[in-house]
Each structure stands twice: as C-alpha cells, then as structure tokens.
C-alpha cells in the first residue's frame, strides 16, 4: 500500500510540472525536456459534432498534406548553467518547403539547438543543417540532402476566409502525422508572443486542436494547400484550450525564400513609431473612420519619411490590402521585399490621400 501510494504522489507531482506548460507548442528551449521517439502509423482526426452531411470531406487533403511534415527532434549538446549534466532537449514539426530538402519550422523549435534531426513519414532520418532564422516572426529554415520529397501547393493566406474548414497535421506529444480539424476563427491576431517591439505577428487563429509537438507543422485548407505554419497556442494549462495561431504562408513564404536565398530575412522598415487609431484620435485628426493605424514619429531617412508620409497621419490601406491594427500593416510590409514600391493610402488633416512608398531595408538587415 504504501509502495502504492508513494507512486501516486510521484504520479500527481510529474503531471504539476506538467501542467505549468507555455505558451509555444513545442517544449520550452530553457527547459530540459525528455521528449518520446516519435510513435510512427499512429493517425487521430478530430473532426466537430455536426451532421455528417455538413462536414466536407478531409481525407483527400489529408492525403496531400500528411507526407510532407516531417517529425523534428532537437538537441544542445552543450552543458546548461544551470546544472552540467542536463541537456536541453526538444520536439516538433516541420513542413517540407522544396523537393530538394528544405523545411521550414519554428524558430524556437530548432533556435537552441546544435543537433538537428528530421524524421520522414517514411521513417528515414537526416542530419539536419540550420539554414538560418528569423526569430522576429518566429520563423527558420533547415536543410536536410535530400531528393524528390514531397511538397505543398502553397495557399494565398489573403484569400482565406473567416469559417473556412482547415486541417493542423503535426507531431503532438511525438504522435507523428496526427491530423485535427477546425475552421479559421479570426485573422490578424497579435497574441504578444515574440519578444520585441518589431515582431511580426499577424496570425491566423483557428479551433483546430494543437498541442505541445505541433509548432512548425502544416496548417492547410481543405485542398490539401499550404495556409500557415502552427505556432502557438493560449492556454493556462500549456495544452490545447480552444484556440490556435498559425503564421499566414504569405509571410512564411517570404521569410522562407530570403533564407534560402540569402541566408537571412531581408527585412524591409517603412522606418515609422505607430499604434492602433483610438477613440480620442478620431475628433483631433477630423476623421470620419474608427479603424486604421495612426503614425507617432517618422525615422529620419526612413522610408515613409523620404516618401512623405508625416506624424498624424493615419494609414488605412496598402497596395489594395484594408489596414485595420498594427498586425496587418506588419504583415504587409513583412510579406514585401527591399525595392518593392507600394501604394499607400492615408488621412491627413480629415482628408484622404495617397502616395508611393519606396521600402528600404532596416539597418539591422543591411549587410
């Protein structure tokens, strides 16, 4: 009885220090984590309790996206501070980017990391080579020496739809290729997850169930395509309480190809100080809106300054694109590159106006 009952308190005790999980989807890179093998052929859908014949069928998309997330394990070999003989350990997911052995995943995923290891769904494991990462956006590149893998149509995640059925596919808790299904709930959500004043968040929230191992895995729509990357979750329990947040593909794909391509995000800065328009704003700057984005203070030499854009002004749309927070304008800049000469629409004084910004590189992404 009491060999019995000291295995129960050990028992309720590892579920505590389970339950005091964050807010990333894959286990914190400040802890050291025990993670699982990953336990292979395992499949779950988790599909909402509507009539069967409300709920489109999932298997075909299913059957495209599955084989081209791949199962991540990530190690760092050198000694904590904290103690000498723990070693930080993770897991999570990625999404297979090219056919030639490129993967995107989350950059806390793999940011701590000098052991990098890719799982296929057909089980073969490669030595992973961090390309770089843009942990702004919460995003990184890997590469593995392979050919001929499978890869994603790429969804336009402007085009997705507030009630649109997707699919999460990803490793939660080291069950590979598991597969949930909910509908997009919101878009453009900032959650204040990345640190720092110029983080990218602009992501898609959905109710499909995500858990601790799905970070980096494939957010998809019911044609099987490409719509974000599954990064984080809100809870209080460090697992899945109603909702989930992905990074759009427009973006991803953004970041992603610079990496390849440079080696690093090639980020562009319209170089200004703004926040959300509020409710006293709207009679000092005569306006007749209640959503927009009011700039505080240009940067000298920055691109909304050389184009003319000034303080006060409040910003409310971008090449055609509605700017409502601060996240949409985020995400339309991120999402365009250094050169890119964009049309934006704003209010000066009451009156609605338009000029042509050129965007240049922020000094931190000048090489």
Do not use: C
């Not at 297979?96 to 701590?112: A, K, L, Q």
């Not at 000469?341 to 240049?360: A, D, P």
Request: net charge negative.
């Amino acid at each position: 009885m009491r060999y019995f009952l000291s295995l129960l308190a050990t028992g309720i005790a590892g579920g505590l220090v389970v339950l005091a999980g964050v807010f990333w989807l894959s286990p914190n890179e400040e802890q050291a984590v025990q993670t699982p093998e990953p336990a292979f052929h395992v499949r779950q859908v988790h599909q909402p309790l509507v009539a069967a014949d409300e709920v489109p069928s999932f298997v075909e998309a299913a059957q495209k996206a599955v084989p081209s997330v791949v199962y991540i394990y990530a190690e760092s070999t050198k000694k904590s501070r904290r103690s000498s003989d723990e070693i930080k350990r993770g897991s999570g997911s990625g999404v297979i980017y090219t056919s030639d052995g490129y993967i995107v995943t989350n950059e806390h995923v793999v940011g701590f990391a000098d052991l990098i290891e890719v799982t296929l769904l057909d089980r073969r494991k490669f030595t992973a080579e961090l390309v770089g990462s843009y942990p702004k956006a919460d995003l990184a590149v890997l590469k593995i020496e392979a050919e001929d893998l499978p890869v994603l149509d790429i969804a336009d995640s402007d085009a997705a739809q507030i009630g649109e059925w997707v699919l999460a596919i990803g490793n939660p808790f080291g069950l590979t290729s598991t597969v949930t299904a909910g509908i997009i709930s919101a878009k453009g959500r900032n959650i204040d997850i990345i640190e720092g004043q110029d983080a990218i968040e602009s992501f898609i929230q959905t109710d499909a169930a995500v858990n601790p191992g799905n970070s980096g895995g494939a957010l998809v729509n019911t044609a099987g395509e490409l719509l974000g990357i599954n990064t984080a979750i809100t809870t209080h329990t460090g697992f899945y309480e109603g909702y989930s947040f992905s990074i759009p593909s427009s973006l991803v794909q953004r970041v992603a190809d610079d990496i390849i391509n440079y080696g690093h995000y090639r980020r562009p800065y319209l170089g200004i100080v703004i926040r959300d328009l509020e409710e006293d704003d709207l009679e000092e700057l005569q306006l007749d809106i209640t959503q927009g984005i009011r700039v505080l203070d240009t940067e000298k030499d920055g691109s909304a300054a050389e184009a003319g854009l000034q303080e006060d002004d409040v910003i409310v749309m971008v090449d055609d694109r509605r700017i409502y927070s601060v996240p949409d304008l985020q995400e339309a800049i991120g999402r365009a590159k250094v050169g890119d000469v964009l049309k934006v629409e704003f209010y000066r004084n009451g009156e609605k106006m338009e000029l042509e910004v050129k965007l240049k590189a922020g000094e931190e992404e000048e090489e």
